[in-house]
């Protein structure tokens, strides 16, 4: 299955390759552009993109007057501005933009947005990849090197967390806040289902114990 395809409007190069970079390891397709105007000629020509993300002050065209041109092609938007007053953000969501953050953000908090909207808005994708694993969102399966893994309800939904944001690192208690519910007391039962995850998948080298902090799934 194809990739989700983001476009970066953002024409503050670091950032933009800072995204781009984070995107790539979670397993996304991205095109960045600095530009407004010249956003407006590429989507005359490619617009099958999932989800744009918008700086709001660009050269050529600003990110607001971009939201007319996300919408005349169903393209979800989330802005990405340095912009913190309340009418700027009030003015963003009520053109239709799926979410806004404000600069700097973490790269983690991003990337957990950009799926919420993708799942919201029906283009995420369902089946996921991970060496010779394939992960079936909907039918909640999952298959290595062909063979069907039987994987309890609470395994599944981490195992498709650490593919959700693979190559990020992801605190115990993120994990427990995500999986378990922030009323579950106990940060041990992670490193149980992590475990069980190792044994049962046979990635002892690919889900990373990280130092005091928790784990990471990596290529």
């Known amino acids: 299955m194809?990739?989700?395809?983001?476009?970066?409007?953002?024409?503050?190069?670091?950032?933009?390759?800072?995204?781009?970079?984070?995107?790539?390891?979670?397993?996304?397709d991205y095109t960045i552009i600095g530009d407004g105007l010249m956003v407006v000629e590429h989507l005359a020509s490619d617009h099958s993109y999932d989800l744009a993300l918008l700086d709001v002050m660009l050269p050529g065209l600003d990110g607001f007057a971009l939201m007319e041109h996300m919408q005349k092609y169903n393209i979800p938007a989330l802005y990405l501005t340095a912009k913190t007053d309340v009418n700027s953000r009030i003015r963003g969501l009520r053109d239709g933009a799926e979410d806004y953050i404000i600069k700097p953000f973490e790269m983690l908090e991003l990337l957990v947005r950009i799926e919420k909207i993708l799942e919201r808005t029906g283009k995420l994708n369902k089946i996921l990849r991970y060496r010779d694993i394939t992960v079936d969102i909907e039918k909640r399966t999952v298959m290595k090197a062909g063979e069907a893994i039987p994987l309890q309800p609470l395994?599944?939904?981490?195992?498709?967390?650490?593919?959700?944001?693979?190559?990020c690192t992801l605190s115990r208690e993120r994990l427990l806040n995500e999986i378990w519910g922030m009323d579950f007391v106990g940060v041990r039962t992670v490193d149980t289902h992590v475990a069980q995850l190792r044994k049962k998948l046979k990635l002892e080298n690919g889900i990373v114990a990280v130092t005091k902090i928790g784990y990471r799934l990596e290529d």
């Open 155 to 167: 395994e599944f939904d981490l195992f498709a967390m650490f593919l959700r944001f693979k190559n």
């Open 2 to 28: 194809a990739k989700n395809r983001i476009l970066i409007v953002e024409d503050d190069k670091d950032i933009a390759e800072s995204v781009g970079l984070n995107l790539d390891l979670s397993g996304y």
